[in-house]
């Protein structure tokens, strides 16, 4: 049995307007959100294995501020380039290559694409919007990730930040 953890990055900032989408940081938000949510987990018992996270700077914070509250090597964040602007054919792919010894992972990416692949996963649970900072979990029945795309899938969580306003 594995457990796959989708999380779209925390909001970000457009604060200033010539910076090239890849280089977006995270807005104050943001960097309150990531903490939460990895918070939310563990008070849940889901441990993570390994962090796996589009490079694109948003992405990356995002994914190294849920290492932090999971007291995790920050140099062990897995960057891959795919994930930048990954339609779910690539989120398919990224996940049949994991390595098995990682029974729980976490894949941090970006809209549209973490939105349409998970509502391939879970058709019972269909997510209209994965909002920055949301956690989409589900364990698979498997024992090789090679085998995911045909695994059987079962739903464990659908969460996001409230935003307090």
Known sequence: MKTLLIIRHAKSSWSVASLNDFDRSLNDRGKKDAPLMAQRLQDRKIMIDAFVSSPARRAKKTAE?????????????????????????????????????????????????????????????????????????????ISKWKDFRKAKKEFLLFDFPKENS
């Open 65 to 141: 501020l849920f290492c932090t509250a999971y007291h995790k090597n920050l140099n062990d964040i897995i960057l891959i380039s795919a994930l930048y602007q990954a339609t779910p054919e690539i989120f398919f792919d990224v996940v049949e290559q994991l390595n098995d010894d990682f029974n729980s992972v976490a894949i941090f990416s970006h809209n549209p694409g973490i939105s349409e692949f998970v509502n391939q996963l879970a058709e019972d649970k269909a997510v209209n919007n994965m909002p920055t900072c949301s956690v989409f979990a589900i364990h698979i029945t």
